[in-house]
């Protein structure tokens, strides 16, 4: 990796690191004290914050990929976004797992939380609904140019709505106040992204796959 590619990595990481910290004393005011309303380790809050910090970290992934695969500036700023989004919010709920005393990874398939069990995980590598396979990030990082740009936009829509998908269930079953307003923020901003990446392709002679 580069070490532009790694100064990008690191900032993100930065910013990770600070919200996880930061959180920490923020849940426990909401919710009146982390001792009185812990969630159990099979809740919807524990469910989402777990699947949504994998769900998360492959779309920063896939932002580093196609940051080094174009050099337009629009999708470039894009992927920026994204990752530094991405990697603060997933920074903040692993804060949550660590502040509620649960461990990050359950035994349980994921999307259980959402009574998805065994229906959530596709083929190849896509654990969760939108989740890009281990075969299309190998391509995404062949792509140079314009057919990056196009693969990056489809994969990254397909990965937003199915991310929209998780934080819908994440409003109607969890119970931690700043959990659910989080998860209402990530279905506003993402669906707003949908939409502009709809445009973007449109621009560049393609379309959403779905």
């Known amino acids: 990796m580069s070490r532009p590619a790694l100064g990008w990595v690191a900032g993100c990481a930065v ?3 600070a919200a996880a910290g930061a959180i920490t004393y923020a849940v426990a ?19 989402f914050a777990r699947d949504m910090a994998v769900h998360h970290q492959q779309a920063v992934e896939m932002s580093y990929i196609v940051r080094d695969r174009t050099k337009d500036e629009e999708v470039r700023r894009l992927a920026y976004d994204i990752a530094q989004t991405q990697a603060n919010q997933r920074g903040m709920m692993l804060g949550w797992l660590d502040l509620w005393g ?3 990874v359950s035994a349980e398939p994921p999307m259980t939380w959402m009574g998805m069990r065994g229906m959530a995980a596709g083929k190849d590598g896509a654990l969760m609904p939108g989740m890009a396979t281990d075969t299309e990030l190998k391509r995404l990082e062949s792509l140079n140019g314009k057919q990056a740009e196009i693969l990056y936009l489809q994969l990254m829509t397909d990965h937003h709505k199915g991310g929209v998908h998780m934080a819908e269930g994440c409003v109607a079953k969890c119970t931690v106040g700043m959990e659910k307003r989080l998860a209402q923020g990530m279905v506003e901003a993402q669906q707003s992204e949908i939409e502009l ?14």
Do not use: C, I, N, V
Not at 29 to 43: F, H, K, W, Y
Not at 197 to 210: D, F, I, N, V
């Open 29 to 47: 005011q909401d919710s009146g004290g982390a001792r009185e309303r812990t969630p159990a380790a099979e809740s919807a809050d524990a469910g």
């Open 15 to 17: 910013t990770a690191l």
């Open 197 to 210: 990446m709809a445009g973007m392709l449109k621009e560049r002679g393609a379309q959403p796959r779905s």
């Open 102 to 104: 649960l461990p990050k």
